[in-house]
């Protein structure tokens, strides 16, 4: 591949970055309002979507990271995406634990949901300079 096909493949899964980290912030704003309206009476279904959602969120944080990887992005950058994608993996797992240790599942939600806000943040400052 030449250097220009090279920067376009960069400048493509740099964008797809930016958008999977906009993506995880909305997917844990929706978890927690289905969860809440799973606890507040809404049913299963709001527990089934919880799930889901919850499922596709993991998804998109492993594509984050392998995003971050093909764009070749500053260290840092690749850095808090594998941080993103391995919190996102344990807060996955905590989900089936119970009592003490399944109630980090939902703090470590915060985490990714911080976590994520900073990559589109960066991303962004990025894309502007």
Same mark, same amino acid.
Request: charged residues 10%.
């Given at each position: &591949? +030449?250097? %220009? %096909? *090279?920067? /376009? !493949?960069?400048? /493509?899964? %740099?964008?797809?970055?930016?958008?999977?980290?906009?993506?995880?912030?909305?997917? /844990?704003?929706?978890?927690?309002?289905?969860?809440?309206?799973?606890?507040?009476?809404?049913?299963?279904?709001?527990? +089934?979507?919880?799930?889901?959602?919850?499922?596709?969120?993991?998804?998109?944080?492993?594509?984050?990271? *392998? &995003?971050? *990887?093909?764009?070749?992005?500053?260290?840092?950058?690749? #850095?808090?995406?594998?941080?993103? #994608?391995?919190?996102?993996?344990? $807060?996955?797992?905590?989900?089936?634990?119970?009592?003490?240790?399944?109630? *980090?599942?939902?703090?470590? #939600?915060?985490? !990714?949901? /911080?976590? #994520?806000?900073?990559?589109?943040?960066?991303?962004? $400052?990025?894309?502007?300079?």
């Amino acid at each position: &591949m +030449n250097a %220009g %096909g *090279l920067a /376009v !493949v960069r400048r /493509v899964t %740099g964008g797809l970055h930016l958008f999977l980290a906009a993506a995880i912030i909305l997917a /844990v704003c929706v978890q927690a309002y289905l969860i809440g309206a799973y606890i507040f009476g809404a049913g299963t279904d709001a527990l +089934n979507s919880h799930k889901d959602i919850g499922w596709t969120a993991h998804s998109f944080e492993l594509l984050l990271f *392998l &995003m971050a *990887l093909i764009a070749w992005l500053p260290g840092r950058d690749i #850095a808090l995406s594998l941080g993103l #994608a391995v919190i996102g993996t344990v $807060q996955v797992t905590l989900a089936s634990e119970s009592e003490w240790v399944g109630a *980090l599942h939902p703090l470590l #939600a915060l985490a !990714v949901f /911080v976590l #994520a806000g900073w990559l589109l943040q960066r991303g962004l $400052q990025r894309r502007r300079a």
